[in-house]
């Protein structure tokens, strides 16, 4: 297991590290554009800030499998503690993707807005199409105030830091006396209209993707310190086993040289 979590490791590595300057600049270039001053600056949907949060949307990204370590438990404490901070469940619209999120949920008795499992190794941008629908649906209908999206960012090999980051309503970015000013062809108001449902499915795509490098990684790590683990206790058993055998062949050594010598006189 951990040779195959090795090798999916890298290729989860790649797409990762792949993927980040797309997202990062998109999610700039959105800020930036949220904050530019116009008639409708505004005006679109997902960009209503609003001032009480009675319901929050929350997307938790654990992985299907275990035998990852503490991943999956870490992203589901941060989850629970949000749900908590948040008003608990009844004030929360929970979607999961992965098993193990799933499955504790569920458990819980806490309801689940939509869920998602077998993502596979290699998922698409399509792959987060619906979870994207359904958090800017229920914002743009007021279902919820705010919405946000809980994973374990890849940070290295060794280190998978959970992260929460805010999906909706996008924060625009603070402009300061310095910035440059850009022509925009068209409005900046349309390009908002057409990124903005592509900024969300980005972001979602890119948490996906860090999830994954995140749960092969701590995969390979577990499994490395399982194998040390179970070689450290065979080295234990066996030392254990060689002490029992030579104590038990100096018994009979020792009982055949007294049954000699009584024999002899």
Known sequence: MEMVAASRMRRAQNRVLAARPYSEHIQSMIADLAARPGPDAAAHPLLQQRPTRNRVGLIVMTADRGLCGALNSNVIRRATADILEAGGPRS??????GRRGQDYMLRRGIRLEATFTQMGDAPDIVAVQPMAKIVMDQFIRGEIDAAFIIFP??????????????????????????QPEYIFEPSPEEILAALLPRYVEVQIYQALLETMASEQSARMIAMRNATD???????TLTLSYNKARQAAITKEITEIAVGSGALGR
């Open 229 to 235: 683990n179970a070689k450290e206790l065979i080295d």
């Open 92 to 97: 929360v619209d929970l979607v999961t993707v």
């Open 153 to 178: 960012k890849f940070v290295n090999t060794l280190v998978q830091r959970v992260t929460a980051e805010q999906l909706l309503p996008v924060v625009p970015a603070k402009v300061s006396g310095g």
